[in-house]
């Protein structure tokens, strides 16, 4: 069934939005990077999800990221910040996908509500669903509202059968300045995430065992 979803959406992507991802990120200089990588200090999850209409877990009223962000959180002590575009994407799934996808066409930027001081923080996970091999383009709006200067950034990402699809390149190089996990971000499957929330907890708290985190509260 994975297999099947990844084709559609590989399928799909050319057709739709002229564009392409890799299936699966290089795991080339992860070693290099992750010894450089602070993971200590304060923490914060920062993520967009979509609730609504859900082409693979129906109607859904809290999000597949949301669910896998308060894991995070949980498990780190981290806080946490909802990014949430000012113009909500339609609960609709088409509706949505259209929106989405003239939105990656141009680039968009589409503004999003409220803030929050990552200048405060010293680790910062950033989660998203998978859209085509990109964030959500009201991620990239909250990146480059921030100075991500000595940061140290983790993404993980829900999705449908494409994984990370070479997303966390995209965050490492929005986050100009940042020191940004790339190869080794989580990408959990959005219905593991809505309808298996134990085994999701346990790949979430495997991963960040993985990182050296350790519950700070
Ligand atoms: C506009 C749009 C594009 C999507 N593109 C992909 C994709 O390319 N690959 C994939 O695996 N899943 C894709 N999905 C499925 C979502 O990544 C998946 O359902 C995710 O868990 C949704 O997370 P959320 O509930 O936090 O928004 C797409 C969903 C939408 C709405």
């Known amino acids: 069934m994975k297999k099947i979803l990844a084709l559609i959406f590989s399928a799909l992507i050319p057709v739709l939005c002229n564009t392409a991802y890799a299936s699966n990120t290089s795991e080339e200089g992860i070693k290099t990077e992750e010894k450089t990588m602070n993971m200590d200090g304060k923490k914060l999850v920062v993520f967009f999800s979509h609730t609504g209409e859900n082409y693979n877990v129906g109607y859904i009223e809290k999000g597949n990221t949301h669910i896998v ?90 999705h449908e059968g494409s994984g990370m699809g070479g997303t966390d390149r995209k965050i490492a190089a929005e986050c100009k300045g940042a020191n940004t996990l790339t190869g080794k971000g989580l990408a959990i499957q959005g219905k593991v995430a809505q309808e298996n929330q134990a085994s999701a907890k346990k790949s979430v708290e495997k991963w960040l065992e993985g990182l050296g985190m350790k519950k700070d509260k």
Not at 78 to 86: K, L, N, Q, R, T
Not at 101 to 107: I, P, V
């Open 69 to 158: 962000a308060d894991m995070i959180a949980d498990a780190t002590g981290a806080d946490i910040f909802e990014i949430v575009p000012e113009k909500g994407y339609p609960k609709s799934y088409n509706e949505c996908i259209e929106i989405a996808k003239k939105e990656l066409q141009a680039n968009a930027r589409p503004a999003v509500k409220g803030d929050v001081k990552i200048e405060d923080y010293d680790v910062i996970f950033i989660g998203y669903p998978q859209w085509w091999g990109e964030p959500p383009m009201c991620v990239y709006t909250f990146i480059e509202k921030h100075d991500w200067n000595g940061k140290t950034v983790i993404p993980f990402v829900t």
